[in-house]
């Protein structure tokens, strides 16, 4: 079954095109990448297929269904600039956060969320720092506490905007094991991401975007250097790099 269908979508801010008539399917099961310049659009994509702007036109079919139907199969990291990391709010806490099974915050957590969000915690390597407040972590251990909380909402899909931004090795490695795993489990994992030299060992399939979507599909067909400089246009030593190696 598709996990993400994608017809023609048009979004804009004020009258200037984001996006224009991108298609495209994601089968579920699958790691993929949304590469593209900034300002390509990346952010935005996510942000339509969660219904969080509107849209100029486009159908979006997510699990098989509506948005409305499987919101809560969905789980969210936005970019590391939408987030306040000064809230006052500790890790286990916000881990917990994941757990909520409705948006009724009236319910709360008994002793089995508390478990999943510590052992969602532990999956990331970050149990020990349970008692901090989270604008006192690295970036690498903030992002691995958002991507514990994705973990603690128990989801089939996520969708991960720049997890790899000003973030350290070690962090790097833990965060795409995990989505390697969760892959292997079936899940389906949408990740935003510009860094070129990583895209080809981290996904299985990439869309690549500039506003249009230039190419879909395996990285092997979509991570060619004509895409690539289709995508980048000329402000790319990189491609210079791939085509000498390649
Ligand atoms: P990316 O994530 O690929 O860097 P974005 O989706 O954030 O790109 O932005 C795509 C384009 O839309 C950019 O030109 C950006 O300036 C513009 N844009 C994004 N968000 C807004 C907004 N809230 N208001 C106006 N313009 C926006
Ligand atoms: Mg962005």
């Not at 993929?32 to 990346?42: D, E, L, S, T, Y």
């Not at 969708?159 to 079936?186: C, Q, T, Y």
């Not at 935003?192 to 990285?219: P, Q, R, T």
Request: a neutral charge; proline letters at 3%.
């Amino acid at each position: 079954m598709n996990a993400v269908e994608v017809k023609d979508l048009r979004v804009s801010y004020f009258g200037n095109e984001a996006l224009k008539k991108v298609d495209f399917t994601i089968s579920e099961g699958t790691l993929v990448g949304i590469i593209g310049p900034n300002g390509a659009g990346k952010s935005t994509l996510l942000k339509a297929i969660l219904n969080l702007i509107p849209k100029d036109s486009g159908e979006i079919n997510i699990l098989g269904s509506t948005l409305k139907e499987v919101r809560k199969r969905i789980a969210y990291v936005p970019q590391r600039s939408a987030i306040d990391w000064d809230f006052p709010i500790r890790v286990k806490e916000t881990v917990l956060i994941g757990t909520y099974p409705s948006i009724s915050l009236l319910k709360k957590p008994g002793r089995k969320e508390k478990e999943l969000a510590l052992k969602c915690l532990e999956k990331v390597d970050m149990l020990e720092f349970q008692d901090r407040q989270i604008g006192e972590l690295s970036g690498g251990q903030q992002q691995r506490v958002f991507l514990a909380r994705a973990l603690a909402q128990q989801t089939d899909l996520f969708l991960l905007d720049e997890p790899f931004v000003g973030i350290d090795v070690a962090s790097e490695e833990v965060i795409v094991r995990i989505l390697k795993e969760l892959r292997d489990e079936g899940k389906t994992i949408i990740v935003v991401h510009h860094d070129l030299s990583k895209a080809e060992k981290y996904f299985d399939e990439l869309l690549l975007l500039n506003k249009e979507l230039i190419s879909s599909g395996d990285v092997k067909e979509v991570f060619t250097p004509r895409n690539i400089a289709k995508a980048y246009g000329g402000q790319l030593s990189f491609l210079e790099e791939m085509v000498m190696t390649t």
